[in-house]
């Protein structure tokens, strides 16, 4: 008895239908409710693939909420479930980056983003991944606007407050 019972823990499927239901929720104004629903979904997982195309989920849930550290770590936990070879890892690592750029860590999506590109150079070219690939791109753009932005702000104000040895920036 205790063998069937481990054996059928073991072989949970996940609800898919269900899945696809908590999307629609999501994306309908309800990340709060959906992400409960994840997480309850997530629980029953028992596959690395599973449990990281959910968490994957559960990091757009927090991201909608305006929580962008939590974002972060269920972004990094799907990436970690995911083996380099996984057909699937480049969106958990895409995500990840997008995940530091919205929790205010620009450095370091910029540094994913690149590597991400570089990394994955012959997959985004495949005519499929266009999308991506552009989003990716997009992505990086914005995150060194702000980081540039950001930069000229520090530099401008050193500079009027008498830092002459600081490198002034052109309009």
Same mark, same amino acid.
């Given at each position: 008895?205790?063998?069937?019972?481990?054996? =059928?823990?073991?072989?949970? +499927? +996940? %609800?898919?239908?269900?899945?696809?239901? @908590?999307? $629609?929720? /999501?994306?309908?104004?309800?990340?709060? =409710?959906?992400?409960?629903?994840?997480?309850? @979904? /997530?629980? *029953?997982?028992? &596959?690395?693939?599973? /449990?990281?195309?959910?968490?994957?989920?559960?990091?757009?849930?927090?991201? %909608?909420?305006? /929580?962008?550290?939590?974002?972060? #770590?269920?972004?990094?936990?799907? +990436? !970690? @479930?995911?083996?380099?070879?996984?057909? $699937?890892?480049?969106?958990? #690592?895409?995500?990840?980056?997008?995940?530091?750029?919205?929790? &205010?860590?620009? &450095?370091?999506?910029?540094?994913?983003?690149?590597?991400?590109?570089?990394?994955?150079? *012959?997959?985004? *070219?495949?005519? #499929?991944?266009?999308?991506?690939?552009?989003?990716?791109?997009?992505?990086?753009?914005? *995150?060194?606007?702000?980081?540039?932005?950001?930069?000229?702000? +520090?530099? %401008? !104000? #050193?500079?009027?407050?008498?830092?002459? &040895?600081?490198?002034?920036?052109?309009?």
């Amino acid at each position: 008895m205790t063998a069937t019972v481990l054996g =059928e823990a073991q072989n949970r +499927v +996940v %609800d898919w239908n269900r899945f696809r239901e @908590l999307q $629609t929720l /999501r994306e309908s104004g309800r990340p709060a =409710e959906a992400l409960t629903e994840f997480e309850a @979904l /997530r629980e *029953n997982a028992t &596959d690395p693939m599973d /449990r990281s195309a959910i968490l994957q989920h559960e990091a757009l849930c927090y991201y %909608d909420l305006g /929580r962008f550290d939590k974002e972060v #770590e269920a972004a990094s936990e799907a +990436v !970690r @479930l995911l083996p380099d070879e996984s057909p $699937t890892r480049p969106f958990a #690592e895409f995500s990840l980056a997008c995940a530091h750029g919205h929790a &205010d860590k620009s &450095d370091l999506a910029v540094r994913e983003l690149k590597a991400f590109l570089k990394k994955h150079a *012959n997959f985004l *070219n495949d005519s #499929e991944q266009t999308e991506l690939r552009h989003d990716a791109q997009l992505r990086l753009i914005e *995150n060194l606007i702000f980081l540039w932005s950001f930069y000229r702000a +520090v530099v %401008d !104000r #050193e500079w009027s407050q008498g830092g002459r &040895d600081l490198p002034r920036t052109k309009g």
